[in-house]
């Protein structure tokens, strides 16, 4: 198919990207990053936002072929009034997130994240966009012998949450509370809050921990969800930025105080956080990625070939999106086409026809492997 030899140039320049990188990685860990300041005034120089994001059913997500999501609302609104482009990077390890934001790959976090002691030693918060506290999810059926009505009751069992979490931190804590060992098992990188939520519907797992405002509308959709036993008290919930991007920092929360008190915030929180219906809908959608692991026409061949660079599948295609919207028949004014946007010369290297459209060429190129 003509989708598989666009993705395989694709993958192959991405790789090329990567090696020399870690070529110039070798020579020195810093050679990559800005040698002077890169706080606001460089970043409007430049033109341009990155924001480090969460793909998830309620911060960020490609929904019907568009970006949605809480937090990617409250970016586009900030960028707006900065008068920046904004850009975005999917994160796919929660754990090492800091590290990207430090390491120059991104401006800020936007990721749903906890201000807690440990972060606060690798970045400054921002004044909280929400305030919550953790709770723990489990079925809510009172005869199932699992099922937890005091948080003692936790001694000795599983808790399943995503890798680099605050839900981890919070776990180590309580079992020193209550005096005995909770288990908490960090997941694979890529598994999200909602996904952990959908496997205890589905009992798959007893237990995990969310954060009160992503468990109340994920309850809305998995009914059969209990999350009435809080494991936290109330925490601040904001976007990280580098220590040494003071203006920054100063700028989103002098536009946090004044947005927050406008009607645009109200409609975009109860968009994400208080319309269940709104939520169903996007639950019960082919193309909504929590509910059937759809995000485009073409997840399938991502999919296979995302192994091939050792990359979250969804990246990838969130990457195919910012190039043409899905569309195979996308045109810049460079010249260039298709679904990741290739330079006809350059694709003519490598046996490629930039100009097709997939489903019509898949006859064609059905003897490509």
């Not at 969804?314 to 190039?323: A, G, M, V």
Request: proline fraction near 3%; aromatic fraction near 10%; charge should be negative.
């Amino acid at each position: 198919m003509l989708i598989i030899k666009q993705l395989l140039y694709f993958i192959l320049l991405l790789t090329l990207t990567a090696c020399k990188f870690a070529g110039n990685n070798n020579d020195s860990a810093t050679e990559n990053e800005p040698t002077d300041v890169y706080d606001l005034a460089e970043i409007k120089e430049h033109g341009e936002l990155r924001a480090l994001v969460d793909y998830s059913t309620t911060s960020y997500f490609l929904y019907r072929g568009r970006p949605m999501g809480f937090e990617y609302e409250l970016l586009s609104k900030f960028c707006e009034d900065q008068d920046l482009e904004l850009k975005i990077i999917p994160i796919t390890d929660l754990s090492s997130v800091m590290d990207s934001l430090n390491n120059y790959t991104g401006d800020l976090i936007a990721a749903n994240l906890t201000k807690t002691k440990r972060r606060l030693e690798h970045a400054a918060f921002t004044d909280p966009l929400i305030l919550t506290k953790q709770v723990l999810v489990q079925r809510n059926d009172k005869n199932e012998e699992s099922f937890i009505t005091r948080l003692s009751e936790l001694e000795g069992k599983e808790v399943f949450v995503p890798k680099g979490s605050s839900f981890y931190e919070r776990l180590v804590s309580l079992s020193d509370e209550i005096g005995g060992d909770i288990y908490a098992k960090e997941t694979a990188q890529n598994i999200t809050v909602e996904e952990l939520i959908a496997k205890v519907a589905n009992a798959e797992i007893d237990y995990t921990i969310a954060d009160e405002h992503v468990a109340k509308i994920n309850k809305a959709y998995f009914r059969n969800i209990h999350i009435k036993n809080a494991v936290s008290l109330e925490q601040q919930l904001g976007w990280a930025v580098r220590k040494s991007s003071p203006e920054l920092l100063s700028a989103i929360n002098l536009w946090l105080k004044k947005f927050k008190k406008t009607t645009t915030y109200r409609v975009i929180y109860l968009k994400y956080y208080g319309n269940t219906k709104l939520y169903q809908s996007r639950m019960n959608s082919d193309f909504f990625t929590s509910k059937s692991g759809t995000i485009s026409p073409y997840d399938e061949v991502i999919k296979q070939y995302a192994n091939t660079i050792n990359w979250d599948w969804r990246l990838l295609t969130s990457l195919i999106y910012q190039e043409s919207g899905f569309d195979p028949n996308s045109s810049s004014w460079a010249g260039a086409q298709g679904l990741m946007q290739l330079i006809p010369e350059t694709a003519s290297e490598y046996g490629l026809d930039s100009t097709g459209n997939p489903r019509d060429n898949d006859r064609s190129w059905s003897g490509i492997p």
